[in-house]
């Protein structure tokens, strides 16, 4: 087996001497005389052999070919796929500044009900767990927020109520948290009651001295209180619910979009701050009255 080896190399190794020497003849001689001859005989014995060796070698240049070919589309594709999603990563960053922006418009378009009140934007930058729905916002004593201050969302909607205050930031305890005190409401229809957080998505809404049913869809106001300025939109309700004993219990639907809340304003108002006010107006109103 060995000498038969030996024999092929060298056979192989003939053949190649031969091939070389024949382009160079090729090359040299322009295809007459003796050389000619030389190189159409040579061509004649070996061309055979050349078919042989081309028909086994073409296909594994080819194969070679292809899997660099195959190698390259690897490469190619996994640039595509790299370069989608950087491209879905910049639309993902310009929708959600998009939604910033049409926030922070609509916060600078926002009229309290009382339009007096001033008012503080804030961005909320860590929220609790779900024993916990308050979260705390980016503005604080520094910039004009105190304990017991109404917030509300972009589009002026009841959000909660600002519970602690450090300079830089506060803390706000959401309607929609069981430990809320409660927000007193009246409907369209003038009945007058609270709503209460759940701990969830919606509220418990109960009238006392009911009247009139209440229906599904029915807005519900402060009704103005210690905690809140009259007017400010909460919630609607969920469905319709007859008196039993004069006495209203159903649900009602925040109005704020509490999974979505990004964006919240502070309103600078308190239920002292607002009696001062109105006290010394009534008074300077009273003394000019007496002058005349």
Do not use: C
Not at 16 to 21: K, Q, W
Not at 31 to 44: E, I, P, V, Y
Not at 151 to 172: I, K, N, R
Request: aromatic letters at 4%; charged letters at 20%.
């Amino acid at each position: 087996m060995s000498d038969r080896g030996d024999h092929a190399t060298s056979f192989l190794v003939i053949l190649v001497i031969l091939s070389f020497a024949l382009m160079t003849l090729d090359i040299r001689s322009s295809g007459s005389g003796a050389t000619g001859t030389l190189r159409s005989g040579a061509q004649s014995i070996f061309a055979p052999i050349q078919k042989v060796a081309t028909a086994v070698v073409d296909p594994v240049v080819d194969l070679v070919d292809g899997i660099a070919h195959a190698a390259g589309l690897r490469d190619a594709n996994r640039q595509l796929q790299q370069r989608i999603a950087e491209l879905e990563t910049r639309l993902d960053e310009t929708a959600t500044l998009e939604a910033e922006i049409s926030s922070l418009r609509s916060i600078l378009g926002l009229k309290p009900a009382d339009e007096n009140i001033d008012k503080v934007a804030a961005q909320i930058i860590a929220r609790g767990d779900s024993f916990d729905a308050g979260f705390q916002i980016d503005a604080g004593s520094d910039d004009g927020v105190l304990i017991g201050y109404p917030v509300v969302d972009e589009t002026g909607a009841l959000v909660g109520l600002v519970t602690s205050v450090s300079g830089s930031s506060a803390t706000v305890v959401p309607i929609i948290s069981p430990s809320s005190d409660g927000v007193q409401v009246t409907s369209q229809t003038g009945e007058a009651g609270v709503v209460r957080g759940r701990g969830g998505g919606s509220l418990d809404f109960e009238v006392l001295e009911a009247q009139e049913p209440v229906e599904k869809g029915y807005l519900l106001r402060t009704a103005g209180s210690e905690r809140y300025p009259v007017g400010i939109k909460v919630a609607r309700v969920d469905e319709n619910a007859e008196p039993e004993a004069q006495r209203i219990l159903t649900t009602a639907t925040p109005l704020a979009d509490f999974s979505k809340l990004d964006y919240v304003v502070v309103l600078q108002w308190t239920f002292a701050a607002n009696t001062e006010v109105t006290t010394t107006e009534t008074s300077t109103t009273t003394t000019t009255g007496g002058g005349r």
